[in-house]
């Protein structure tokens, strides 16, 4: 069955701290994964998009990576700021299909 | 620019009332796609649009449900006789062309409280 798991489920990080966001799927075959943030009471925003070939992406603070052979990816916030406290969601893609398959998020909160 | 509106925002209905909620997607997007997100879960798959045709619709709970994108640009997702576990966020994305590797654009989302 096609699914993605998330850890942790919450995290609390005080400002300026780093932090790593885990993210495990099995979804075949394998197409692409992506990393979105989503703010209370809004639409997820994509962060970043990995094909299969990839590694790592990179958008501002947020650094997301990918082991295709262990299907596992991470994304990594550095420096973290008040806005950052959202839910970060993990889809894996599969290929040659629209049908995306979303993880349950990780709430992350950061405080000052 | 104008990036996915939904309408209405927020939509509070008795059970066995039909609702109809809206999605303007971005200009010029040919995938739209529209989710269900329980509270504290994932959105999951419901409908997916290319233009005007509607591809795959069987993410949809039931015959209750009902999508159309009639002229390739708006959609509305319609709701027959809701019932409490209907209640839920509705999101729509759209995507540019391109193929499946393009960013999904989510709107905010229609909160749907049945009572």
């Known amino acids: 069955k096609n699914q993605v798991e998330q850890s942790p489920q919450s995290l609390i990080i005080l400002e300026g701290k780093n932090c790593t966001l885990q993210?495990?799927?099995?979804?075949?075959?394998?197409?692409?994964l992506r990393w979105y943030k989503q703010d209370t009471g809004r639409g997820p925003v994509s962060l970043t998009i990995?094909?299969?070939?990839?590694n790592t992406k990179s958008n501002g603070r947020y650094t997301a990576t990918l082991d295709a052979d262990t299907k596992q990816s991470s994304l990594h916030i550095t420096a973290s700021q008040l806005s950052d406290s959202a839910s970060y969601i993990c889809?894996?893609?599969?290929?040659?299909?629209?049908?995306?398959?979303f993880g349950t998020g990780t709430r992350l909160k950061v405080l000052a | 620019g104008a990036g996915v509106s939904q309408s209405p925002r927020y939509k509070v209905a008795k059970r066995g009332q039909d609702v109809a909620l809206r999605c303007d997607p971005i200009?010029?997007?040919?995938?739209l796609f529209w989710y269900q997100q329980a509270l504290g879960q994932g959105p999951e798959f419901l409908t997916y649009?290319?233009?005007?045709?509607?591809?795959?619709k069987s993410g949809l709970p039931s015959d209750r449900f009902f999508a159309e994108r009639p002229e390739g640009s708006v959609s509305t997702l319609k709701i027959q006789r809701t019932q409490q576990e209907d209640s839920a966020v509705y999101l729509c994305?759209?995507?540019?062309?391109?193929?499946?590797?393009?960013?999904?654009?989510f709107g905010p989302g229609t909160r749907l409280l049945v009572l």
């Open positions: 889809v894996a893609g599969g290929s040659g299909t629209y049908k995306y398959i």
């Open positions: 649009f290319q233009n005007e045709a509607q591809l795959d």
């Open positions: 994305a759209s995507s540019p062309p391109g193929g499946f590797l393009r960013a999904q654009y």
């Open positions: 200009s010029g997007h040919v995938s």
């Open positions: 990995m094909t299969f070939s990839e």
């Open positions: 993210c495990n799927y099995t979804v075949s075959p394998f197409s692409n």
